[in-house]
């Protein structure tokens, strides 16, 4: 079964630049996750879709960064314009829906990409 | 989310049992308790979780105590392969997963 795809692996960009990373999840996943994990912390999520919908993008940094699930199957997150805190790897993540506590929360995550902002 | 609290560092001898402790005192009654690891530059991965009940699966075993405040993780015979950071995350319903900066475990030949 292939796992969840993320592209690009890396990424070096000046600050003020943009920047964008597309995630494949596994299929059949309707939920999709972007996370931010900076240097020595846990994730964080940033946005979770259902299908193509958003559930919760209470973390996202709306005013720079912004993402999409066209026709529910893939992701792209933008940062627009970056700055040097977003240095950070963005880990995508996907799962089947499950009703609230039926069933365990197991995500699968892609490798990640690492973001470097000069 | 209930907070969890795990030691930030742990070493263990290739083929011994590693312990890891987590401590999640706020609990509520509904929350799961989910161990999850991560190898270094890949994405987190899941290993086990856990309400009430003792757990234990290909990869490891989950004990929570009876009052639900505390748990380990126990990884039976663990190996280099397992050094890794081992996050313990008290989840709710919401499909949301809160990681903390979990425990860095380092297996030592």
């Known amino acids: 079964e292939a796992g969840v795809a993320q592209s690009p692996r890396y990424k070096i960009i000046e600050k003020r630049q943009s920047v964008a990373f597309w995630c494949n999840p596994i299929?059949?996943?309707?939920?999709l996750y972007w996370y931010q994990q900076i240097l020595g912390q846990g994730p964080k999520l940033l946005i979770q879709?259902?299908?193509?919908?958003?559930?919760?993008d209470s973390q996202l940094p709306k005013d720079r960064f912004s993402a999409e699930r066209l026709k529910g199957v893939d992701s792209t997150l933008k940062i627009q314009p970056a700055k040097l805190e977003d240095s950070a790897v963005y880990l995508c993540?996907?799962?089947?829906?499950?009703?609230?506590?039926?069933?365990?929360?197991?995500?699968?995550f892609g490798p990640g990409t690492r973001l470097t902002v000069l | 989310d209930a907070k969890t609290t795990q030691p930030p560092s742990m070493d263990c001898a290739e083929g011994r049992a590693a312990n890891l402790p987590c401590n999640h005192s706020?609990?509520?009654?509904?929350?799961?308790v989910y161990w999850y690891r991560q190898i270094h530059s890949q994405g987190p991965q899941y290993i086990i979780h856990?309400?009430?009940n003792n757990e234990t699966n290909e990869m490891a075993s989950l004990i929570i105590t009876e009052d639900r405040k505390s748990s380990t993780l126990i990884l039976p015979h663990a190996t280099l392969r397992d050094t890794a950071v081992y996050y313990c995350?008290?989840?709710?319903?919401?499909?949301?997963?809160?990681f903390g900066t979990g425990t860095r475990l380092t297996v030592i030949p």
């Open positions: 299929s059949g996943h309707a939920t």
């Open positions: 856990g309400l009430k």
């Open positions: 879709f259902q299908n193509n919908g958003v559930v919760d």
């Open positions: 706020t609990i509520s009654g509904n929350e799961y």
């Open positions: 993540a996907s799962s089947l829906v499950r009703a609230p506590g039926q069933g365990r929360n197991e995500q699968f």
């Open positions: 995350i008290a989840e709710t319903g919401a499909n949301n997963l809160f």
